[in-house]
């Protein structure tokens, strides 16, 4: 099974910060790595599939970046709706697995 | 708009079988851009990935090792639904499930997955 290993684990940042969180596969997946996002006691949402494609309707200051093993997701400007969990998935091949999480909290 | 109802029992006992069922409204389980997905996600394991079934002229069905000698996925096209079946579980299998649809992207075979049911919290205790 493939790998995914994101860091960090958890991280506080202010309104306004720009924030990146780093995914790595343990083997070539290509550009097959899609984000989400998850408030607590809610399913996750998809924020970015094929690496770089923002899911309909997700604002532009999210955006993802890389191929091969390693990977980027990236908020240019932090607004309070956006502190969460953020997972990112292999879907190269299957079984199709997630990383870990990465919880965004406010500062 | 694409919405899944999740139903099933919140409680089973160790070495029974979980039993859930997704209602599909907006879309058919017989798609043939899409595949229905059972994922689940505990503390201990996080998200995993449970397995799909997919329409292409018939029904295929994709199941990680780590389950599928115990794990059935079921597609009804007169319900538009499709189930999970888990046999013999542990309170390992103690987790929020989630039904959750899967689909092509347009432009090339990336899979990813853009609806998920709200998730039932299932617990397995005696």
């Known amino acids: 099974d493939i790998q995914m290993t994101q860091s960090p684990s958890s991280l506080s940042a202010s309104v306004g910060d720009r924030v990146t969180i780093t995914c790595r596969a343990s083997?070539?997946?290509?550009?097959?790595l899609n984000w989400y996002w998850q408030k607590p006691g809610k399913g996750p949402n998809l924020l970015i599939y094929?690496?770089?494609s923002l899911q309909s309707g997700v604002p532009s200051r999210f955006s993802g970046s890389g191929s091969g093993t390693d990977f980027t997701l990236t908020i240019s400007s932090l607004q309070p709706e956006d502190f969460a969990t953020y997972y990112c998935?292999?879907?190269?091949?299957?079984?199709?697995?997630f990383g870990q999480g990465t919880r965004l909290e406010i500062k | 708009q694409v919405q899944l109802q999740q139903s099933g029992p919140g409680l089973v006992k160790p070495s029974q079988s979980l039993s859930l069922t997704c209602a599909i409204s907006?879309?058919?389980?017989?798609?043939?851009?899409?595949?229905w997905n059972w994922i689940r996600q505990s503390p201990s394991r996080g998200l995993e990935w449970l397995g799909r079934?997919?329409?292409?002229?018939?029904?295929?069905?994709d199941y990680p090792a780590s389950v599928k000698s115990r794990i059935t996925i079921n597609a009804d096209t007169s319900k538009n639904q499709f189930s999970l079946q888990l046999n013999s579980v542990t309170p390992e299998d103690t987790a929020v499930y989630y039904c959750?649809?899967?689909?092509?992207?347009?432009?090339?075979?990336?899979?990813?997955?853009?609806?998920w049911g709200k998730g039932t919290t299932v617990t397995v205790s005696s």
């Open positions: 959750v649809r899967g689909v092509w992207d347009s432009r090339g075979p990336h899979f990813y997955m853009d609806v």
């Open positions: 907006g879309d058919s389980v017989s798609s043939n851009s899409a595949a």
């Open positions: 079934t997919y329409y292409r002229s018939k029904y295929y069905y």
């Open positions: 083997q070539s997946i290509s550009d097959y």
């Open positions: 094929a690496a770089s």
């Open positions: 998935q292999q879907t190269y091949s299957a079984p199709y697995t």
